[in-house]
């Protein structure tokens, strides 16, 4: 996997990338879903698998970001 590929299936998946947000391991990215306000955060290349065609996620942290938590992640 690349950040790429993690990216892509992200946005595949309804996320859209939080620049400015690093949490968890020092190559994680973070993303932020409008339509039901969930938050990923850890998403670096360890946190995700191929099997055959599919990405598998593992171990990242999801949290439903409510009101403060979406201010200050800027979403």
């Known amino acids: ?4 590929e993690i990216c ?3 946005a595949a998946s309804g996320f859209a ?3 400015s947000v690093w ?3 020092e190559d994680a990215l973070a993303f932020f879903r409008e339509a039901d306000g969930l938050a ?4 670096h290349v360890g946190n995700f698998i191929k ?3 599919d990405v ?3 171990d990242l942290i999801v949290q439903r970001a409510e ?3 979406r201010a200050a992640l800027g979403c």
């Open 1 to 4: 996997m690349t950040q790429v």
């Open 8 to 10: 892509a299936f992200m």
């Open 17 to 19: 990338r939080i620049e």
């Open 23 to 25: 949490l968890g391991h």
């Open 40 to 43: 990923v955060f850890d998403c």
């Open 51 to 53: 099997s055959g065609l």
């Open 56 to 58: 598998v996620p593992i």
């Open 67 to 69: 009101s403060a938590l």
